[in-house]
């Protein structure tokens, strides 16, 4: 493990995680975040500030190749999204040392299971509420109930992707998929049109504020762009219900992995707390 890994190293987690962002609609922080923690010795706020660099790239080339072939997306939800993403991002990137950790952690992991067990079903051909959004007909005809809407869920979305150093798309493809009942592509091509704002100003807050390696994140942007537009074209090629099932089992492998980490983590949090200092012993009678 060294502070600065050598270029293939950056190449295969770059390449990587733009297939990872590509072919799920989101950013290349699930393997750019862990791939840097194992490779280098940065500070945990400087590999999750790192990370957004990637995520500009994979958000033009994603996006791009979505628009080339057609895709459809949301402009009115995106537009909301966009929006309140990008004064979370601000926020996500300022707190990003202050944050607790477990608090995310654990409405990412509900977010997750919540989304894979629907995803799963669909994929099986047996969820009932297939297409259906939570949000009713009357809020989703309504434009700016839908922008307000979806103004508050961009600003959580960019608050947790920038303090976090991903993309934002596991959780801006679900809230599409269960508020506004979007189909899988739908959500997938608008959450890259969504995340560019998003992370370019998470990048240009962490780059500022010094949480951000700026060698080693703009590599790693390099590199992406290639993964994404294989991931990008690998997700158009996909019908609706194999896509639903590798999303599905790819969040919760994420879940999973979430929760064993953070079991994992249980002594080491218990081993680094203080230890009290030695009583004082007062001597009676000489």
């Known amino acids: 493990m060294t502070e600065r890994p050598g270029l293939r190293t950056l190449a295969r987690i770059g390449v990587l995680g733009g297939v990872s962002g590509g072919l799920l609609g989101g950013g290349t922080g699930?393997?750019?975040?862990?791939?840097?923690?194992r490779a280098t010795t940065l500070s945990r706020a400087v590999i999750h500030g790192t990370s957004t660099l990637p995520n500009v790239s994979a958000a033009i080339a994603g996006s791009t190749v979505y628009a080339l072939h057609g895709a459809k997306v949301d402009v009115v939800a995106g537009a909301g999204l966009m929006a309140g993403g990008?004064?979370?991002?601000?926020?996500?990137?300022?707190?990003?040392?202050?944050?607790?950790?477990?608090?995310?952690?654990?409405?990412?992991?509900?977010?997750?299971?919540?989304?894979?067990a629907k995803l799963l079903l669909s994929a099986a051909?047996?969820?009932?509420?297939?297409?259906?959004?939570?949000?009713?007909?009357?809020?989703?005809?309504?434009?700016?109930?839908?922008?307000?809407?979806g103004a508050v869920v961009g600003f959580v979305v960019g608050a947790w992707s920038a303090a976090l150093g991903l993309g934002g798309?596991?959780?801006?493809?679900?809230?599409?998929?269960?508020?506004?009942?979007?189909?899988?592509?739908?959500?997938?091509?608008?959450?890259?049109?969504?995340?560019?704002?998003?992370?370019?100003v998470a990048a240009t807050t962490h780059l500022r504020q010094g949480t951000a390696d700026a060698s080693i994140g703009f590599r790693l942007a390099v590199f992406a762009l290639?993964?994404?537009?294989?991931?990008?074209?690998?997700?158009?090629?996909?019908?609706?219900?194999?896509?639903?099932?590798?999303?599905?089992?790819?969040?919760?492998f994420i879940a999973v992995r979430e929760v064993v980490r953070a079991v994992r983590n249980?002594?080491?949090?218990?081993?680094?707390?203080?230890?009290?200092?030695?009583?004082?012993?007062?001597?009676?009678?000489?």
Not at 271 to 280: A, E, I, S
């Open 30 to 37: 699930v393997i750019t975040v862990p791939s840097l923690a």
């Open 86 to 116: 990008v004064i979370g991002a601000v926020v996500g990137a300022k707190l990003v040392a202050r944050i607790p950790e477990w608090i995310l952690k654990a409405l990412f992991v509900f977010v997750l299971l919540a989304t894979a």
């Open 125 to 149: 051909g047996v969820d009932p509420s297939a297409g259906d959004a939570l949000l009713p007909d009357g809020v989703l005809s309504h434009v700016p109930s839908v922008v307000a809407i």
């Open 169 to 200: 798309g596991l959780l801006t493809v679900p809230a599409m998929l269960v508020l506004f009942g979007s189909e899988l592509h739908v959500a997938e091509g608008t959450s890259l049109m969504v995340m560019l704002p998003n992370a370019l």
């Open 226 to 252: 290639p993964g994404t537009v294989i991931g990008a074209l690998l997700a158009l090629a996909l019908d609706a219900r194999w896509l639903a099932l590798v999303f599905g089992s790819y969040l919760v």
């Open 266 to 286: 249980v002594p080491k949090r218990r081993m680094k707390k203080p230890n009290p200092g030695p009583v004082p012993q007062v001597c009676v009678g000489g």
